[in-house]
Structure formats: C-alpha cells, structure tokens
C-alpha cells in the first residue's frame, strides 16, 4: 500500500543529496512531488527518475534565500494541484571554519540559506496549510543544530536557529492542524544518492534513504499523535 497517495509535498533542495532521497520515496509512495531547487537540470532528472517509477513530479526552480522565489515555489504548487499536505524544507549548504576566521559574507551567505530560507519556506506553506485545514512541515536541522564544535560555529548557529522556529512553529500549528518537526542526523552519505544500497552501507554514513523513511514515518503518524519537534539525532559510525 503506497502511504501517500493522494498527498501534495514540495520538497526544497530535492536535485540531489538527502532532499532527492525523499524526493524519490515520497514519489514510490504516491506523492505528487513538487521537486524544487536552484539547479533546474538536477531538479529535471530527479522528477525524471520519479515518473519513470510510476510517480508523478512537476518541478519549480527557486532559491530559498530569496523571499519573492520561496513565495512564487509555494503559490505555484498550490495552482497546479490545489492543495499542499506535505513540505519539506532540505534546501541548506554548509559554511565550517573557525568564529576568529569566519568573514561576515560567509556567514550571511549560510544564514541566508539556511535560516532565512527555512523561516521563507515555513512562512509560505504555513499560510496554504492553515487555509485548507491542516499538513506536515519538516525542517531538515542537523546534529550540529543541538550541539556545536570547533569549525561548525555558524553552520551550527543557522541550525540552532532552524530547531527554534521549528519549535515555536510545532506550537502555533496545533490549533490549525499543522504538525512540525525536524530532522536531525549526523553524517549523511548525500553524496551517495545515486550510488548501490553497498556503495553507501560502505560508506559507514547514514544513508540518505534512512532520513527519507524517516520523514514518512512523520507525513504518516495518526491525525492525534503527538510530534516530537526533534525527530533523528543519529551520528555517523565514526562518532
């Protein structure tokens, strides 16, 4: 039984690594998927391999550091299936130096993405889910969003952030039937997408398709289950 049939999910950042993972299995799942990110031609083969597994996919180029894109991913979805159960928020990049040695255009350019564009993408799915009654929200934080070390100081801190408008919004859906959570995994084997189930057993990481059955498990949970707004905190086996 296909567990999303009949749902609408935009995944951000879906042309490659994690966000395509669940891109793919919401598709095996059922999902109409919206597959958006910066690359198009990524996003194109991604929705490809979707339709080719029986799926349906429609793709939309946006940059989630800008407001007016995230605006426009968010409306465009909602005009092509009149409705939006489902968003996941995987866009984000990693910025890891020293604080002493960070410049400020690095650290505007990892806040911009990853916590400006989770805050834009929250902000406009929030407002479709609210008028029509009810879907699921997941930001995808990290490990380094519940804790922080040496060279992870302003990736850390837009994560820490993503954890906290996770939290404050988990509050404020529950009276409209919006559920939030995020996803926090430690050493993802992204990279190995599109590589063999051994390739990335290998790899001693996480696998991507992991974090992705993770995110059904919280599309699918029953209408009065409790989120946790902290879902995975798994580490790489090298820990």
Aim: hydrophobic share 45%.
């Amino acid at each position: 039984m296909q567990r999303l049939t009949g749902k609408v999910a935009v995944v951000t950042g879906s042309s490659s690594g994690i966000g395509k993972a669940i891109a793919l299995r919401f598709g095996e799942e059922g999902a109409k998927v919206v597959v958006a990110a910066r690359r198009k031609a990524l996003c194109e083969e991604t929705a490809k391999e979707i339709c080719r597994k029986g799926g349906e996919a429609f793709v939309i180029q946006a940059d989630v550091s800008h407001e007016t894109q995230v605006d426009m991913l968010y409306d465009k979805a909602w005009q092509q299936y009149g409705r939006l159960d489902i968003a996941v928020h995987n866009a984000g990049i990693f910025g890891g130096r020293r604080i002493a040695e960070t410049t400020a255009t690095a650290f505007d350019e990892v806040m911009n993405v990853n916590l400006r564009g989770t805050f834009f993408c929250c902000r406009a799915a929030f407002k479709h889910m609210k008028a029509q009654g009810g879907g699921v929200i997941i930001n995808m934080s990290s490990v380094a969003g519940v804790q922080a070390w040496t060279g992870t100081g302003i990736y850390s801190a837009s994560k820490h952030g993503v954890m906290a408008l996770t939290k404050a919004l988990a509050d404020e859906g529950r009276t409209f039937n919006i559920k939030v959570s995020a996803i926090c995994p430690g050493g993802v084997a992204d990279e190995l997408v599109d590589s063999t189930p051994e390739e990335i057993l290998h790899s001693e990481k996480i696998s991507p398709f992991d974090i992705a059955e993770t995110a059904i498990y919280l599309c699918t949970l029953g209408k009065f289950a409790v989120v946790p707004e902290i879902v995975v905190n798994r580490l790489g086996a090298d820990w």
